[in-house]
Nanobody, 127 residues
Framework: QVQVVESGGGLVQAGGSLRLRCTFS????????MGWFRQAPGKEREGVSCIKWRGSSTVYADSVKGRFTISRDNAKNTLYLQMNSLKPEDTAMYYCAASQSAYCSASLGPADTFAYWGQGTQVTVSS
């Protein structure tokens, strides 16, 4: 049974930083691409970033390029999202997910290509 545990969200002022963490168990973590998604109230879920199975290739949404960094530690079955220069518009519930593929789509989706999801962690950025 696959289990996913997310952590690292919180309340931060604009310009601040947070690091999200997601630990997977029960699947072969190093065989799959991993992604981060977010959903703000009243909005659709959107792809934030994806990292392929070996971590040598990443994809970012335009809205977070240059501010967010996705990484993974395959030895620890853990996925990270370092978020810097946070803006109020980054406020959302953030979800990690394991893809059904080893590679990332340039469009970061569709979300239904990701099979296993974390429970979500809230990120709130105050102005």
């Amino acid at each position: 049974q696959v289990q996913v545990v997310e952590s690292g969200g919180g309340l931060v002022q604009a310009g601040g930083s947070l690091r999200l963490r997601c630990t997977f168990s029960g699947l072969r973590f190093d065989a799959y691409a991993m992604g981060w998604f977010r959903q703000a109230p009243g909005k659709e879920r959107e792809g934030v970033s994806c990292i392929k199975w070996r971590g040598s290739s990443t994809v970012y949404a335009d809205s977070v390029k240059g501010r967010f960094t996705i990484s993974r530690d395959n030895a620890k079955n853990t996925l990270y999202l370092q978020m810097n220069s946070l803006k109020p518009e980054d406020t959302a519930m953030y979800y990690c997910a394991a893809s059904q593929s080893a590679y990332c789509s340039a469009s970061l989706g569709p979300a239904d290509t990701f099979a296993y999801w974390g429970q979500g962690t809230q990120v709130t950025v105050s102005s």
